[in-house]
C-alpha cells in the first residue's frame, strides 16, 4: 500500500449506525401513512386448477372491507419474462398462487375477508420435475409456452442477450481429451434466502398515472425501472425503506407491487402489503432449480479441451427474469473454465413449483453448484489437485469471453492466481489435500475432507449510474444517488469515497434518500456493482463538483483553478502554505450552492472473483455433515470498509449459500404441491452454535476501475460454497451424492447404510 | 430506573387488577401505562401479543416481528430482568409487569449508548440489521445475569437469534468487547 488515505481502508461506522442499535431505523412496517389499509390475498389450496367459479359478495358485506378483486376486475398487467404472469389469473399454477385480493382496516379483517370468498377449482394434474415436465402428455402451464418451455431470451440484457455458449467444435474438443467425464447434478432444493424482514409495500396513487411506492428494496431505482413497463407505463415513484435483508430477492417483487397498486386504486387509499413468514416461504419467489448433465473433457495437464451439457433450469410457474439468469449464469461458465469448444445447452422450463426470482448468485450459483462438482469427475480420472486446476483455468487478464449481452469481451482486472494461493496457504490445502475420495483425518466415526470452488462475475460494471454532489457554502456535501440500503453498507461506503475526494470529515458528507423523485438513474444495488458503477459515479460527480467550486474561487483567490486544493471546506494554495485558506462560504456566498454531475457507463471487462475453502467432517455414524471451517479468498483492487466487507463474506454461508449443500431446503410433497416446511422451525438455518471457524483474505491489486481500484465482491460471497462442500463431503466419505443438500439420510444412503426417506 | 419506581407500578396495578379487570399496567422504559381491554382502537386486544402493544399502541417500532411464532427471536424485550419472546407472549399476561425495549437502552440524560450499542457500532456488527434489537436485548440479558460470559456462553444464549446476513461474528466480538467495558463503567 503505497497511497495514503484518509477514509478509504477504514472501518468507520456506518452512517445509519445509531439507528440500527437504537430501533430508531424505519422499515417498512414501521411506517403507517394516514388513511392506509391493508393488502391481503386468498391463495390456491391446489397446484394448478382453473377457477371455474368465485364469489366475493359475503366478503364484500363484510365491515371494514374497502375492496376485493379477483381475475376479473384486477389491471392486465403482466410480470416476468416474457410479461405473463397476471397479477391474479383465471388458472392458478403453485400452491400459493393468489386467486383473489382484499383491502382492508386491518390485516385481521383482510385475513378475515378472504375466508368468505367462496371458490369452484377444476383441479388439473401437476407437474414438479423439469424432465417430467418436458415430456409429451405433460400437464401444460401456459398456453402460450407449449411443452412448458419458456422462450429463451432476456429483453433486459438487449435484443443479443446470451442464451448459450457456442464457441469451436466440441467434437474435435472431445477427441483431444485425455478423460472425459460424464454425468448429471442437481442443484435444485430451491431454497429461500428468507430475509429476516419479509417482502413488504406501500403504494398510492397521486394521479390517474402517477404511482407512489414505499418499498423495502435492495434498489429503488430498480424498482421503478421494472415496475414502470409492468404498469402501463405509469410514473412510478419508488422510496426505499431500511431494508431488513434482500440477498437479490427484493430487487422485483412486481407481484406485490402489482397488488397493492390495484388495491390502491380500487380504494383511492394506500395499501399496505406485507407479508407474514409463512406467506413468504410458502409463496414468494424461490431460487432456480438447475439440473446439467454434462460431459467435460480435459488433458493430462488440466487443460479443458472441451464442455458440452443441456442445462435444465426449473423456473417454477412463472419466470421473474430466469433467462437472465441463465444468460449471466453462461457467461460465469467461460470464467471459471477457460476453454475453447462449448455447446452449453440450457432450457428453461416452467413447472407447478413457486415462481423463480432474482436471488444473491443470480443464475451463477446455480449452474456452478452443479457445473463444478461435474468438472470434479474429470479431474479425479485425471488425478488433478483442484485447486491446481482453477489456478490454470480461471480467466486471467487477456482472455476473452461472451457476456451477458451477447458480446465479446476481454479481460482487464487482476490475476487471481495469487489470491487463490495466499487462501490456499491460509487453508492449509496442502496439508490436508490427501486426494480425491481421500479423507484428510478419520477418527472412529468421523471423517473430515476438504473442498475447494471458485467463481467469478463480470457484472460489477454492469448498467449505467448516475450521480450528482452538491458543495454547500457551510463547508458540507450531499450526494444525490439511488442507493438503497439492504445490509451491504453502500450508502456510507459511497460517502467515504466523496469524502476522500473532497478531503472532507465522513460527518460532513450526507446522501440523499433512497428516493426515484430526487435522484438521478441508477441500475441498482445488484450484482456487486456498488463499488465500481456507482463508485464511479460519485467519484466522477464530486470531482466536477470540486473542479467547478475551483473554477468560481480562482479569480478570487489569483491562481488557476488547477493550482487550487481544497480541505475540510476550506480552499487553499497547496504551494503556499502560509497564505491562508478561505471557507468555501467566501467564494460561494451563503445562497448558492455549486453541484457536480457524475456518470458509470456499462463495463463488462473486469470480472471479479471469489474461492472458498471448505473443512467438513462427516459422522459416518449419523450422516451428518458440519462445515468446521472455511476459508474465503479474493482480490477486490482495494478494501472500502474491512469489516463491511467481512460482513459480506461472512454472509456466505447463510442467506441460500454454502449452507444449501448442508441443510437449506424447502420441501415440496409432490403429492399435494404444497410445501412442508414453510417455517422457521423446520426451514433449516445455522445458529450461533454452529459456527465454523472463517477466516476471510483479502488481497488489494489495484484494478483499472476507478480512482480507488476497487471493485465489488460481496454478491457472489456465496456462489462457490456448494460446490466446494459437496467435494469435501466426498473426500471425507469417499461416496460422492450427486445432489443437494448433503443431508444425513442421503449421506447414510451413500454409504449404504439404511436410511434415506426420499 | 429505581427499584422503587418499579415496586410502585407494581403494587398499583395489583390493585387495578382486583378492582378492574379491564385495564391492565405496563411500566415500558421506566414509563407507566394503562391500557384498556377490548376491541377499541386504542384499546388492547385479548388476542393481541405484546410485540404488537409495543408497535402498535405505543409505536415502539424498535421492537421486530420476523416470524411471529417464537423462532427467530428478532422480537426479543426483557420482562423483569429476563429475556423473552414478544411474539409468543398475550399482552394482557403482563400485567404489572416491567419491560425494557431497544428504546430503553439509551441514557435519556446524556445520550449515550448502552455499552453493548456502542461496542456493535464499533464492530459493525450488522448488516441489514433488523434482528439487531432482538439480539442486544437478548445480550444485554446474557451480560445483567453473567457479566463475563464465555464464548460459549455468548454463542448458546444467542443460539435462538436468527440473523441471515451472518452477522454473528461480529456480534460475539461486540458482546465480548460490551462486557469488559461494563466492568469499568456501569450499568
Not at chain 1, 389450496?45 to 378483486?69: C, M, S
Not at chain 1, 467444435?169 to 428468507?194: M, S
Not at chain 1, 413488504?200 to 424498482?223: R, Y
Not at chain 1, 490436508?432 to 468421523?446: D, E, L
Request: proline content about 6%; aromatic content about 6%.
Amino acid at each position: 500500500m503505497t497511497e495514503k488515505f484518509r477514509h478509504i481502508g477504514k472501518a468507520t461506522p456506518r452512517k445509519d449506525a445509531r439507528e440500527i442499535v437504537t430501533g430508531k431505523a424505519q422499515y417498512i412496517d414501521d411506517l403507517h401513512p394516514p388513511k392506509m389499509l391493508y393488502g391481503k390475498s386468498l391463495k390456491s389450496p391446489y397446484p394448478h386448477a382453473i377457477i371455474k367459479n368465485i364469489d366475493t359478495t359475503k366478503a364484500e358485506a363484510y365491515p371494514g372491507v374497502r375492496a376485493v378483486l379477483t381475475h376479473k376486475n384486477v389491471p392486465t398487467w403482466r410480470a416476468g419474462t416474457p410479461p405473463h404472469r397476471r397479477l391474479l389469473d383465471g388458472k392458478v399454477r403453485f400452491v400459493g398462487d393468489g386467486v383473489a385480493l382484499v383491502a382492508a382496516d386491518t390485516p385481521e379483517i383482510a385475513e378475515e375477508a378472504t375466508e368468505l370468498i367462496t371458490v369452484e377449482y377444476e383441479q388439473l394434474p401437476a407437474v414438479y420435475d423439469v424432465e417430467e415436465a418436458l415430456k409429451s402428455g405433460a400437464p401444460q402451464l401456459y398456453d402460450e409456452f407449449p411443452g412448458n418451455l419458456f422462450p429463451r431470451g432476456a429483453p433486459e440484457f438487449g435484443h443479443k442477450a446470451l442464451q448459450e455458449i457456442v464457441l469451436g467444435n466440441v467434437e474435435e474438443g472431445f477427441q483431444e481429451a485425455d478423460f472425459i467425464a460424464e454425468g448429471t447434478y442437481a442443484y435444485e432444493n430451491l431454497p429461500n434466502p428468507l430475509p429476516p424482514e419479509p417482502p413488504g409495500v406501500i403504494a398510492q396513487w397521486e394521479g390517474p398515472n402517477q404511482l407512489t411506492i414505499w418499498i423495502s428494496s435492495q434498489s429503488a431505482s430498480m424498482n421503478r425501472l421494472v415496475s414502470q413497463p409492468f404498469m402501463g407505463l405509469a410514473d412510478v415513484r419508488a422510496i426505499s425503506t431500511q431494508c431488513g435483508g434482500s440477498y437479490g430477492t427484493k430487487n422485483g417483487n412486481l407481484i406485490q407491487i402489482g397488488w397493492a397498486a390495484a388495491l390502491a386504486r380500487a380504494t383511492a387509499r394506500p395499501v399496505k402489503i406485507y407479508l407474514t413468514k409463512e406467506e413468504h416461504m410458502a409463496t414468494y419467489t424461490l431460487r432456480l432449480g438447475s439440473r446439467m448433465q454434462g460431459k467435460i473433457g480435459i488433458k493430462k495437464d488440466g487443460t479443458v479441451t472441451a464442455v458440452s451439457a443441456r442445462w435444465l433450469v426449473n423456473a417454477g410457474a412463472a419466470s421473474e427474469t430466469a433467462q437472465g439468469m441463465v444468460a449471466v449464469g453462461c457467461g460465469e461458465a467461460q470464467l471459471a473454465l477457460r476453454c475453447k469448444n462449448w455447446n452449453f445447452q440450457p432450457h428453461v422450463v416452467c413447472t407447478n413449483r413457486n415462481p423463480s426470482g432474482v436471488v444473491r448468485g443470480f443464475g451463477g450459483q446455480e449452474l456452478k453448484s452443479a457445473l463444478m462438482p461435474l468438472v470434479t469427475i474429470a479431474l479425479e480420472k485425471a488425478a488433478l489437485d483442484p485447486l491446481e486446476f482453477y489456478k490454470k483455468n480461471f480467466i486471467k487478464p487477456g482472455d476473452g469471453y461472451f457476456w451477458r449481452d451477447g458480446n465479446w469481451h476481454v479481460c482487464r482486472a487482476a490475476d487471481y492466481t495469487k489470491a487463490m494461493v495466499q487462501g490456499a496457504e491460509a487453508f492449509g490445502w496442502q496439508e490436508k489435500w490427501k486426494g480425491w475420495g481421500r479423507a484428510t483425518t478419520v477418527a472412529g466415526a468421523k471423517r473430515t475432507g476438504v473442498g475447494v470452488s471458485v467463481h467469478g462475475n463480470a457484472d460489477v460494471g454492469e448498467d449505467p449510474s448516475e450521480a450528482y454532489v452538491r458543495l454547500n457554502p457551510d463547508g458540507t456535501a450531499v450526494v444525490s444517488i439511488c442507493a438503497s440500503e439492504s445490509g451491504m453498507g453502500q450508502r456510507s461506503s459511497l460517502c467515504k469515497m466523496v469524502a476522500e475526494v473532497l478531503d472532507l470529515p465522513l460527518d460532513k458528507v450526507n446522501m440523499t434518500p433512497p428516493d426515484t423523485l430526487v435522484n438521478p438513474f441508477d441500475f441498482g444495488l445488484v450484482g456487486s456493482r456498488g463499488t465500481y458503477a456507482l463508485g464511479t459515479a460519485v467519484i466522477n460527480a464530486a470531482e466536477d463538483a470540486k473542479k467547478k467550486l475551483f473554477a468560481l474561487a480562482a479569480p478570487a483567490m489569483n491562481l488557476k483553478p488547477e493550482e487550487l486544493a481544497t480541505k475540510d471546506g476550506l480552499l487553499f494554495d497547496p504551494y503556499n502554505p502560509e497564505r491562508k485558506p478561505i471557507p468555501w462560504r467566501r467564494v460561494l456566498g451563503i445562497m448558492q450552492t455549486c453541484q457536480g454531475e457524475g456518470r458509470f457507463e456499462t463495463d463488462f471487462t473486469l470480472p471479479n472473483f471469489m474461492t472458498v475453502f471448505a473443512e467438513v467432517e462427516v459422522d459416518t455414524e449419523t450422516g451428518k455433515a458440519d462445515l468446521k471451517r472455511i476459508v474465503t479468498a479474493s482480490d477486490c483492487g482495494r478494501i472500502i470498509d474491512p469489516l463491511v466487507l467481512e460482513g459480506q463474506l461472512h454472509g456466505s454461508l447463510g442467506a441460500a449459500g454454502t449452507d444449501t449443500a448442508l441443510f437449506e431446503e424447502t420441501i415440496i410433497d409432490e403429492r399435494n404441491g404444497r410445501i412442508m416446511n414453510c417455517n422457521m422451525i423446520d426451514y433449516k438455518w445455522r445458529t450461533y452454535p454452529d459456527l465454523p471457524e472463517f477466516i476471510t483474505v483479502i488481497l488489494e491489486t489495484p484494478m483499472p476501475s476507478h480512482r480507488f481500484g476497487a471493485i465489488g465482491i460481496g454478491e457472489i460471497s456465496t456462489a462457490p460454497g456448494p460446490a466446494a462442500v459437496l467435494m469435501a463431503i466426498y473426500n471425507a466419505i469417499g461416496t460422492r451424492i450427486m445432489d443437494y443438500p448433503a443431508t444425513p439420510d442421503k449421506i447414510l444412503k451413500a454409504l449404504g447404510k439404511k436410511g434415506g426417506t426420499r | 430506573m429505581a427499584a422503587g419506581d418499579v415496586a410502585k407500578t407494581r403494587s398499583h396495578s395489583r390493585i387495578a387488577a382486583k378492582t378492574d379487570k379491564a385495564a391492565i399496567v405496563l411500566t415500558v422504559n421506566g414509563e407507566r401505562y394503562e391500557f384498556e381491554i377490548g376491541r377499541r382502537t386504542d384499546a388492547v386486544d385479548p388476542a393481541q401479543t405484546l410485540a404488537q402493544t409495543l408497535r402498535e399502541n405505543l409505536r415502539l417500532t424498535g421492537t421486530k416481528i420476523s416470524c411471529d411464532h417464537g423462532a427467530c427471536s428478532a422480537c426479543t424485550v426483557i420482562m423483569d430482568g429476563k429475556p423473552i419472546l414478544s411474539c409468543m407472549t398475550l399482552t394482557v399476561e403482563c400485567d404489572g409487569k416491567s419491560i425494557t425495549t431497544i428504546e430503553g437502552l439509551e441514557d435519556r440524560q446524556t445520550g449515550h449508548l448502552h455499552p453493548l450499542q456502542q461496542a456493535v457500532i464499533n464492530n459493525s456488527a450488522f448488516q441489514c440489521g433488523f434482528c439487531t434489537p432482538g439480539k442486544i436485548m437478548t445480550a444485554k440479558a446474557l451480560l445483567d445475569r453473567n457479566p463475563d460470559p464465555t464464548e460459549g456462553e455468548i454463542k448458546e444464549a444467542l443460539a435462538g437469534n436468527f440473523c441471515r446476513c451472518i452477522s454473528h461474528y461480529g456480534v460475539i466480538r461486540s458482546v465480548k468487547e460490551a462486557a469488559g467495558k461494563r466492568s469499568e463503567t456501569h450499568d
